[in-house]
């Protein structure tokens, strides 16, 4: 069962625009929120984070914003470029078993048009 | 600092054979995770091993199981291949590995494309 959730497959932004990259989550458990950066033939890097006593985060042109009535975060590129354009995968600490585990979405693939 | 390296880059298998995959941890890591990616799952939580134990244990069949050795370097196996073995194997390493409440993070490799036919 996904309990992190990127609903957008996909996401074309025009270069020097916003770009929103949206997640949402299901357990109230999970307590600290991350976005890795992933271009093709390369692992994840990690991008930002946020602790669940924030509710936002901000790193030069990379803002995360937590909302966790709604269970919900999202990552503000502003503004995109072009070296931007990879899959955002969201991801979560959460409880497993005896210890804890990443959890990952699906992940956004983003575009930025020059 | 030498990144995480995962040996071999491709590999292709047929059905019903194994296979074995390699990771090399940044030096001083002691946590290294295992992931499977596959298109419609995303990325998935295999395994973690820390300190040559098994830590933690995703919700994968018993064909999958892996180890690491003293230097941290870890492999894992996958018996009995199946045509939905199919995927991208990332492994990650960290000092100490995912902790409630803050952020040890994790440095992933490359990954391994694993073909079945």
């Known amino acids: 069962d996904q309990q992190v959730k990127q609903n957008s497959p996909s996401l074309s932004v025009q270069e020097g625009r916003i770009s929103i990259l949206n997640c949402d989550y299901t357990?109230?458990?999970?307590?600290?929120f991350l976005w890795y950066k992933k271009y093709p033939a390369e692992g994840p890097t990690f991008l930002i984070s946020?602790?669940?006593?924030?509710d936002k985060n901000e790193d030069g042109r990379f803002t995360v914003f937590l909302n966790k009535s709604a269970k919900h975060l999202s990552l503000h590129i502003v503004p995109s470029q072009p070296g931007d354009s990879a899959v955002y995968f969201c991801?979560?600490?959460?409880?497993?078993?005896?210890?804890?585990?990443?959890?990952f979405g699906k992940g956004t693939s983003l575009l930025v048009t020059p | 600092k030498a990144g995480v390296t995962q040996t071999p880059r491709y590999l292709i298998k047929t059905r019903g054979q194994q296979v074995t995959l390699s990771c090399s941890p940044i030096?001083?890591?002691?946590?290294v995770s295992w992931y499977q990616q596959t298109p419609g799952q995303g990325l998935q939580f295999l395994f973690e091993?820390?300190?040559?134990?098994?830590?933690n244990k995703g919700n994968f069949p018993g064909r999958f199981s892996g180890r690491q050795f003293s230097n941290s370097r870890s492999e894992m196996n996958v018996s009995t291949l199946e045509l939905g073995d199919s995927a991208l194997y990332l492994c990650?390493?960290?000092?100490?590995?995912?902790?409630?409440?803050?952020?040890?993070?994790?440095?992933f490799g490359p990954g391994t494309r694993l073909t079945v036919l």
């Open positions: 991801a979560a600490i959460a409880p497993l078993n005896s210890g804890y585990a990443l959890n």
């Open positions: 990650a390493s960290s000092f100490t590995g995912p902790s409630l409440g803050s952020y040890n993070e994790q440095f």
């Open positions: 091993y820390f300190s040559e134990t098994q830590r």
């Open positions: 030096s001083g890591h002691r946590s």
């Open positions: 357990n109230s458990m999970f307590d600290y």
């Open positions: 946020i602790s669940s006593i924030k």
